[in-house]
């Protein structure tokens, strides 16, 4: 079955850029009509989706985050990535990739890694 | 609009039933989906569209749609059952994003 693993660094300096990469296993990244996608959520608060991207490059990102997020994949290492520039404090949240399928009337996410800690402190 | 409200907290008998709310304009578009939160756990999904279950999800739980409100139902709660739910579904404001509601915490008495 298909599985999720995020990985990346648990500490950013604040203005820097927070990069992180979940990985696939147990299935292709191209198959599939699926989205690709991160999810935040900062200690004892609500899920916050930040975007997605389509194997085919397309992509959509929540427009509050928007001129500071970049979601890329790489299908020969079936993973994919997000960058987040300018980093403060208010980043500091758990980051979940996600599996999104457009299903039923909805986009339900079925898929979820473990979700990685992010910390923004200098 | 492209908010989606829950009610912060709900509580609920063991063995009764419980439905948990999620109001948003973009509801009369979409269906919702919903998922489980543990303390310390990713979520998981339950129900999504009009009333659909991932496999494994107990039968207990179910879904429905009215209007601008989706609803989760618990039938016969268990103590397992205590975690956080949220809602979530297409945004209908045209920018293809996806939107959450601000969760609701489920309580078993």
């Known amino acids: 079955q298909v599985q999720l693993q995020e990985s990346g660094p648990g500490l950013v300096k604040p203005s820097q850029t927070l990069s992180l990469t979940c990985t696939v296993s147990g299935g292709s990244i191209s198959s599939g009509s699926y989205y690709w996608s991160w999810i935040r959520q900062p200690a004892g608060k609500g899920l916050e989706w930040i975007g997605r991207?389509?194997?085919?490059?397309?992509?959509n990102y929540n427009p509050s985050l928007k001129s500071r997020v970049t979601i890329s994949v790489d299908t020969s290492k079936n993973q994919f990535s997000l960058k987040l520039s300018s980093v403060t404090a208010a980043d500091t949240a758990v980051y979940y990739c996600?599996?999104?399928?457009?299903?039923?009337?909805?986009?339900?996410?079925?898929?979820w890694g473990q979700g990685t800690m992010v910390t923004v402190s200098s | 609009s492209s908010e989606l409200t829950q009610d912060p907290a709900v509580s609920v008998a063991l063995g009764q039933t419980v439905r948990i709310t999620c109001q948003g304009d973009s509801l009369r578009s979409y269906y919702a989906s919903w998922y489980q939160q543990k303390p310390g756990q990713a979520p998981v999904l339950v129900i999504y569209?009009?009333?659909n279950r991932p496999s494994g999800i107990p039968d207990r739980f179910s879904g429905s749609s009215s209007g601008n409100t989706a609803s989760l139902t618990i039938t016969g709660a268990q103590a397992e059952d205590e975690a956080d739910y949220y809602c979530n579904s297409r945004d209908s404001s045209g920018n293809h994003r996806v939107v959450f509601g601000g969760g609701t915490k489920l309580t078993v008495l």
């Open positions: 991207i389509y194997t085919s490059g397309s992509t």
């Open positions: 569209g009009k009333n």
């Open positions: 996600a599996r999104c399928v457009a299903v039923a009337g909805t986009d339900a996410f079925d898929i």
